[in-house]
C-alpha cells in the first residue's frame, strides 16, 4: 500500500517561513495529482495547493503568492514552501496523493494521504 510521511512542521512567527515535505513509498511521477490540504483546530479540511504530472499547480487564493510546492520525482517527494507565514495559515498540513483522477481541492477524490504535520504561526 502506499504511504505518505510530512515533515517540516514547527512554530514560526508571523511573517516567517517553513518548508515541508512529503516522502511517499512508491514512485510519483505517474501519478494524477498530489497536494497539500489543511486544517485549522475546530475547522473543516481545505486544499492549500495541488500539482498535476505534466506540472500545472494550482493554489488556493488565500496561499497564492507566498506559498510554493515543488516535486521531485527521483526522491518520491513533494515539497511546499510557506513564505510570509500568517495566524490564519496555522494548522495540520496534510500530503494527498490522486493516483488515477480526482478533483483538485476535494477531500474525498484523494485516495491516499498522510498523517500531518503541525504548523502553528504566532504574532
Known amino acids: 500500500e502506499e504511504w505518505l510521511l510530512e515533515s517540516g512542521g514547527g512554530s514560526v512567527q508571523a511573517g516567517g517561513t517553513l518548508s515541508l515535505s512529503c516522502s511517499a513509498s512508491?514512485?510519483?511521477?505517474?501519478?494524477?495529482?498530489m497536494g497539500w490540504f489543511r486544517q485549522a483546530a475546530g475547522a473543516e479540511r481545505e486544499g492549500v495547493v495541488f500539482?498535476?504530472?505534466?506540472?500545472?499547480?494550482y493554489y488556493a487564493d488565500s496561499v497564492k503568492g507566498r506559498f510554493t510546492i515543488s516535486k521531485e520525482n527521483a526522491k518520491n517527494a513533494l515539497h511546499l514552501e510557506l513564505n510570509g507565514l500568517k495566524p490564519e495559515d496555522a494548522g495540520v498540513y496534510t500530503c494527498?496523493?490522486?493516483?488515477?483522477?480526482?478533483?483538485?481541492?476535494?477531500?474525498?477524490?484523494?485516495?491516499?494521504w498522510g498523517q500531518g504535520t503541525q504548523v502553528t504561526v504566532s504574532s
Open positions: 500539482i498535476y504530472n505534466l506540472g500545472r499547480k
Open positions: 512508491e514512485n510519483i511521477y505517474g501519478d494524477y495529482c
Open positions: 494527498a496523493l490522486a493516483p488515477y483522477g480526482g478533483s483538485l481541492f476535494v477531500w474525498g477524490d484523494f485516495q491516499f
